[in-house]
DNA sequence: GTTAGCACTCTCAGTGCTTGAGTGCTAACC
DNA sequence: GGTTAGCACTCAAGCACTGAGAGTGCTAAC
């Protein structure tokens, strides 16, 4: 038995009517709604053989029949081949409405994942810098009050990280910036997620050199590098949350609570794309059964990577049904990945022009 | 018709059960859960009288009763009474898991809603600093890459604001700090909510001084404005929010959705304490139709604010059912702000000793 | 190979009945 | 006069039953 025109013809129709309306769709339906120029006998004999194939299932007897995880997989594939060369018409409004203001990192996630469950309907998120391979560019400390240091952390990407230290005597102004200079000196260089590690033997150099002299500086150093140690952690910002309330999946109040639970916590988010070897494809669409997560067994995740200086820092993407709007959901994270990536290279990576 | 000493008792007993198990309260329950002495009967006449004064009604004619907002408010007062001048003894302990780590302000927040949506069990959020009142100490530009600044504005809160500029041409680096201090002077002293209205006479002083002269200043000025003015905006955090799906009121999705499309919209959580006349009291309990808002009728609100300098920047707090467990709430919320309190007056507020 | 017809299955919404929790009222009791 | 037992009454909730409707599979005819 073999996947013929008309096989396929009406395994589409039923998993578009699916998406629709979310009920199990009969022979009848899609031989009223969509042309197919048999009759519902016929389209019942199909149905018959998808489901031997594994492409439909029936809840039961005399119900009509649902998509299978199997049904969407070949759909999206077949979707894909024709939106993976499409252009994006909307390039430059996107970018302009997820620039909205300002072009802090925070801000441009916070204003993509709204634009994409805005348009979506659906949950979306961002799995935010893992700054573990960020590379040190150099250290500055900055005056607050007499007890406060700011201290920032300017990555080669261009991205800044700060950290508010709390002194126990005040800083000289004038070692103020020699301390900056020699921090900055031990730390050019290294991924910010090796700090841990050669915290040490930071700390043993600057014994060793004349900063050993520098009391504010030894006094600061080990208070210091704890707290910069302590910055690893994954930002994920999410949106829509509540626009699963809206489909009838999730109806039941046990379900809706497991899915916002799981969006809600950062480290279950996080976690979807701890194995960076599975997320090399800029686009990846994982449905159903084929996500690792127990919780999302009944999900579909669309996801795309966001990139600085060609190299993977975070995902961008939605979460929803299996039955979701694929062809609008792959449209939409496609076409918001590439406004991100344009803009935060823009930003983050070098020569800006206006 | 007075509330004597068994209407009240009975009264509380009834709140109590009614807080416990979300159901309507017979006269049996009580006669048998709380040895108040008399027989059903009575307190059937009792409930009769309490419900005539407008502290009960019944759902309907054969069914038991349920505590009224003016209950709630009867029963919060006489709580009060008790808590005011309660000490906290886990005062220590609750600062160190809000400080843990980082003293960076959005750490502490999000530890304070964590902690207070594990504990009361209800959705607990704060609305952070509304900047619009704070004064600016200094500016400070630091650069970051040849067409990157990062621009901090230090307030006299010792609270640090930051925006990234990105530049048409570069700033000489001898240049940097005059810029700064030149800013600095002109906008010291003011407060960030202020800077719109005065942005223009700002950039015509500069004009008229030899700044004039300082090419890349002029050229970054407008620009420079457009972006501080921007940073008003509100920071909300809140946590928890699924706990409310838990409780029984909210197994109408219908509900549970309008509630959570409230807590996770900032604007609406924002408006809550707009009228700044309104929340001078420390700690507020807002019940049912207490509440301005009408989404929140049947729910409570119980909030305490913080303060740097002795002046009101922001409010914690936790929103629940009017059939909350006061109690419990009144007693986390007072504590936890204690704790917030100490803690931000400690760093950001002069001289801080180990 | 396709289709009309028919018997069959299963869900869902509506109906009526029963049960039980709770009330209000009355009359008796202390 | 306050308290209580007793009783009739009310209403929601759960349960069984029913009929309608949507859908299928099979068979026989086209």
Redesign the pocket.
Same mark, same amino acid.
């Given at each position: 038995m073999s996947l013929d025109k008309?096989k396929i013809a009406i395994l589409k129709a039923i998993i578009s009517s699916y998406i629709d309306n979310a =009920?199990?769709?009969?022979?009848?339906?899609i031989s009223k709604k969509y042309e197919l120029?048999? @009759?519902?006998?016929?389209?019942?004999? =199909?149905?018959?053989d998808l489901?031997e194939m594994g492409f439909l299932i029936?809840?039961?007897? @005399?119900?009509?029949?649902i998509p299978t995880d199997k049904a969407y997989r070949y759909y999206v594939d077949d979707l894909w081949k024709k939106v993976k060369k499409s252009k994006n018409p909307n390039l430059d409004k996107l970018k302009s409405i997820i620039e909205d203001k300002s072009s802090e990192l925070d801000s441009i996630f916070r204003n993509s994942v709204r634009i994409l469950s805005q348009i979506t309907k659906y949950t979306s998120f961002v799995v935010a810098p893992q700054l573990k391979q960020s590379v040190i560019q150099r250290i500055q400390l900055v005056p607050v009050s007499e007890y406060t240091v700011l201290l920032l952390i300017i990555l080669q990407s261009n991205i800044v990280k700060q950290v508010m230290l709390r002194l126990n005597s005040p800083i000289p102004s004038d070692q103020m910036e020699r301390i900056s200079v020699s921090l900055s000196e031990k730390m050019h260089g290294h991924k910010l997620g090796d700090l841990e590690k050669i915290k040490d033997s930071i700390i043993r150099e600057l014994y060793i050199t004349r900063e050993s002299n520098n009391d504010a500086l030894m006094d600061l150093l080990p208070y210091l590098m704890d707290q910069m140690t302590g910055l690893e952690e994954v930002n994920v910002f999410s949106d829509g949350i509540t626009n699963i309330l809206d489909l009838p999946e999730y109806n039941d109040i046990v379900k809706a609570r497991e899915f916002i639970s799981f969006v809600e916590d950062k480290h279950s988010m996080a976690r979807l794309f701890q194995n960076a070897e599975d997320i090399n494809s800029d686009l990846e669409i994982s449905i159903g059964s084929e996500n690792k997560t127990v919780e999302l067994k009944d999900c579909s995740l669309i996801t795309a990577t966001y990139k600085l200086n060609g190299k993977l820092i975070g995902r961008i993407g939605v979460i929803g049904p299996t039955r979701m709007d694929y062809s609008n959901v792959i449209k939409t994270v496609k076409s918001i990945s590439e406004a991100i990536n344009e803009i935060i290279n823009q930003n983050y990576n070098g020569e800006y022009k206006e």
């Open positions: 008309r =009920e199990a769709v009969g022979s009848r339906t120029g048999v @009759s519902p006998a016929t389209i019942r004999n =199909e149905m018959s489901e029936q809840p039961h007897t @005399s119900s009509g029949r």
